[in-house]
């Protein structure tokens, strides 16, 4: 059990909606009750378990049937008002049968740009796993709208794993992972093991969506590929199957696809960089020393001096893109000076790096 626990370390389990919900859209609390026993099973055990659960607007649908003419946008708003208040009584009561207290985390992408929320973000689900309470993490879909919206919980979920330094991610949908072909297929297999550095299978997987997720087997393999370059361990499975979380962990030949972690570790600001490629707000153009000094082997600040051009308006702290002379972007970082600022130093000797080592990621090194 010890050296599994290791292995596991900290698990985040992610439920997708149409694994709680029925065909209507109504909370299937039966599959939410088998779900729940088998967290409690790991958290008896001494894991630590973070919890990922979709099914809000799906859950709020059966509650509000709009008028004609409802903006799209409006309903989904009041679904999810409706839905999380469900989904969580839900989980309550059934956590709350095994002695656990389980307690929501509603959040933004917009969290995840800025440096300080989402220190407190980690901070807060932190706090709850060192005093016994279950985090239990949706978006807040009442006010992520459009563009501000992750492209699913899946996405969600690896940006959770990574931040809270999980070795494992569980991904549950209605299938049992990646298949050769279209699952159902009598000569689609199973993929039950993918080493992401070494093989390449993205043309086995199809675009087709769930019924009430937002999320697909395309954004689920290229977000579990990424978080397994982190060190985490990645699981696509089926959560209709009873006891498939308990199996996992327990090392049981069960159905799934395992996409096996590297052992490439980075530190925690290079791990919020390498999730924030959409939350950048400028533009940063340097010289050729400055990128020759930047990709090579030492640890190399950003120096004004080797910047030649800035694009677009930022603050203090917010996340820049670094491009090269021919507009290729190099890396990441975050800007020691606003934009204002950074204009006048533009090519300065004297003054602070724009952009801290600690602060920077680059692509071919990071
Ligand atoms: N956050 C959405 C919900 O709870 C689901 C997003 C997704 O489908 O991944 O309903």
Not at 48 to 77: H, M, Y
Request: contains cysteine.
């Amino acid at each position: 059990m010890k050296s599994s626990k290791i292995k596991f370390g900290r698990i985040a389990v992610k439920v997708g909606s149409n694994v709680i919900t029925t065909c209507d859209g109504s909370l299937n609390t039966g599959r939410m009750l088998r779900l729940v026993e088998q967290v409690a099973v790991l958290i008896k055990q001494g894991y630590e378990v973070i919890l990922i659960s979709s099914g809000a607007v799906a859950a709020g649908r059966t509650d509000f049937i709009p008028p004609k003419g409802t903006n799209l946008i409006s309903c989904r708003q009041i679904w999810s008002a409706l839905g999380q208040v469900k989904l969580m009584s839900n989980y309550q009561f059934l956590f709350g049968k095994y002695g656990i207290g389980a307690g929501q985390v509603l959040t933004t992408k917009e969290s995840f740009r800025d440096r300080l929320h989402y220190l407190n973000m980690k901070n807060c689900i932190t706090s709850m796993i060192e005093n016994s309470v279950l985090p239990v993490i949706n978006e807040n879909d009442t006010i992520s709208v459009n563009e501000l919206m992750f492209t699913d919980n899946d996405e969600l979920s690896g940006l959770i794993a990574s931040m809270m330094d999980c070795r494992t991610l569980i991904l549950l949908s209605n299938v049992d992972g990646i298949f050769t072909g279209p699952p159902g297929e009598s000569d689609s297999q199973l993929i039950t093991e993918i080493d992401p550095g070494f093989q390449e299978i993205d043309k086995y997987i199809t675009s087709s969506k769930s019924q009430f997720g937002r999320g697909g087997m395309l954004t689920k393999y290229s977000i579990a590929r990424e978080i397994a370059r982190e060190g985490i361990n990645v699981y696509i499975a089926n959560g209709m199957r009873d006891s498939i979380i308990t199996d996992i962990i327990s090392e049981k030949n069960v159905p799934c696809t395992h996409i096996l972690a590297s052992d490439e570790k980075k530190n925690g600001v290079k791990k919020w960089l390498s999730h924030s490629q959409t939350f950048a707000r400028g533009m940063v153009y340097i010289n050729r020393g400055a990128r020759e000094a930047l990709i090579s082997d030492r640890a190399s600040s950003l120096l004004m001096v080797g910047v030649s051009k800035i694009e677009g308006f930022f603050k203090k702290g917010d996340i820049i893109r670094i491009l090269d002379e021919k507009g290729r972007q190099i890396g990441l970082g975050k800007s020691q000076y606003d934009s204002e600022k950074a204009v006048t130093c533009t090519g300065s000797r004297q003054k602070k790096p724009l952009v801290h080592y600690d602060h920077l990621l680059i692509n071919s090194k990071n």
